[in-house]
């Protein structure tokens, strides 16, 4: 089993930066795809960035140049650093291990965190 805790979120004028960090707990996730979600009031869970298990990085086109997830695998931590943020990013964000060490859109993800709330203001 994985625990995922997430922490780091807040509240951030736009413009801001804030580092979202993933804390696993269980086992190690180094062998694990990482991911990382939002959620914002009243709409579906979207994906926002992942990273395969030897580092190579994915991102939706809405925060592609502004985020960089990135892992310290002996610390078993991922982070999400979001910079230029925008109202739009309002959103719980969640972390997740998936099932298999590579990424792609039809992966399973096994582990979830609670969520850290990030607010952003105009």
């Known amino acids: 089993q994985v625990q995922l805790v997430e922490s780091g979120g807040g509240l951030v004028q736009a413009g801001g930066s804030l580092r979202l960090s993933c804390a696993a707990s269980?086992?190690?996730?180094?062998?694990?795809?990482m991911g990382w979600f939002r959620q914002a009031p009243g709409k579906e869970r979207e994906f926002v960035a992942a990273?395969?298990?030897?580092?190579?990085?994915y991102y939706a086109d809405s925060v592609k140049g502004r985020f960089t997830i990135s892992r310290d695998n002996p610390k078993n931590v991922v982070y999400l650093q979001m910079n230029s943020l925008k109202p739009e990013d309002t959103a719980v964000y969640y972390c997740?291990?998936?099932?298999?060490?590579?990424?792609?859109?039809?992966?399973?993800?096994?582990?979830w965190g609670q969520g850290t709330q990030v607010t952003v203001s105009s």
């Open positions: 269980g086992r190690s996730v180094s062998n694990n795809a």
């Open positions: 997740a291990a998936a099932s298999t060490r590579y990424y792609s859109r039809t992966v399973r993800w096994d582990y």
């Open positions: 990273s395969s298990s030897g580092g190579t990085t």
